[in-house]
């Protein structure tokens, strides 16, 4: 695997592998990789003959409260893990290249509706950071297919909904969240929690679960569910941020007659917050 941190050498190796006519795949990370990232790898082998990776610490989507300076760096181990999943070249570029006039001077992309609510209420800025990085990582790597983990599935309409509104011809793929023995969803995160927190943060999705088995049961009044999952979250030692009954695929608030949907939810734990979801399909009425 050859590692680049510039734009040229990414570009000049992109476009040989054009002029042989072979397919690219992307997988964007902000590093510290763990299994779920290795599942997007293997994910995009299986779209492409050629495998991209990128580790970039995006500034423009962490808040100014929120853990950009501690955020893990293991660089040396994620490249380990990179070349034994077969990837063919990491693209990993500082800030100075990607914003070169600084945060404030940046053109940004702003996708509405699906980065409103949920975390776009949390974390105000985040996902026009997440846009912004991920076009212009688009347009640097030019791949055909891009993966992105379901863990964070509101980022990952927010780049389908992008995608497809500026018309780019790249096809996003969510792959399956990784988890671990416990159900607590792998995430380069989770490295804050204590023994006991780990203990805790299970709770998350045992609160999602059973607010699917309701909705499964035909149960409606969303708002009342909502709050006893967020009891019980509360209940297990941590504090619920959101806890939202969403539609799968535009996040709007569902009607009776939906069926298509997905519970999105975060909370604290400790030092990590923690995201999750359930996608829950209503058999039609
Ligand atoms: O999911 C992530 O790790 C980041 O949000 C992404 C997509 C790499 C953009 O910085």
């Known amino acids: 695997m050859k590692t680049v941190n510039d734009i040229t050498a990414l570009r000049q190796q ?25 599942a997007l790898v293997e994910e995009a082998h299986k779209h492409a003959d050629k495998v991209v990776a990128s580790i970039f610490i995006n500034p423009m989507q962490f808040g100014a409260n929120e853990d950009i300076d501690s955020y893990p760096k293991t660089l040396s181990d994620d490249q380990e893990k990179l070349i034994a999943a077969n990837t063919h070249l990491l693209f990993t570029p500082t800030a100075d290249i990607i914003y070169p006039k600084g945060l404030d001077q940046q053109t940004y992309v702003e996708v509405p509706d699906v980065s409103e609510g949920s975390c776009g209420e949390s974390r105000p800025g985040h996902f026009r950071g997440v846009a912004t990085i991920v076009c212009k990582l688009f347009n640097l790597v030019q791949p055909d297919v891009a993966c992105f983990g379901k863990k964070d599935y509101q980022q990952l309409q927010v780049i389908q909904t992008m995608v497809e509104d500026l018309s780019m011809p790249i096809s996003i793929v969510g792959v399956e969240t990784v988890r671990e023995a416990s159900g607590l969803a792998m995430s380069s995160r989770n490295g804050y929690l204590t023994e006991q927190e780990k203990a805790m943060a299970p709770a998350l999705r045992q609160a999602l679960l059973w607010l699917g088995e309701q909705l499964e049961q035909g149960k409606q009044d969303f708002q009342a569910l909502s709050k006893q999952a967020a009891g019980k979250i509360n209940l297990a030692g941590l504090n619920t941020d959101y806890i939202d009954i969403r539609h799968a695929r535009t996040l709007a608030k569902p009607g009776a007659a939906d069926t298509e949907l997905v519970i999105l939810a975060a909370a604290h734990c400790g030092k990590a917050r923690l995201i999750d979801n359930l996608q829950v399909s209503l058999a039609k009425s």
């Open 14 to 38: 992109i476009s040989e592998w054009r002029q042989q006519g072979l397919k690219i795949a992307f997988v964007p990370t902000m590093g510290n990789l763990h299994a779920g990232h290795i």
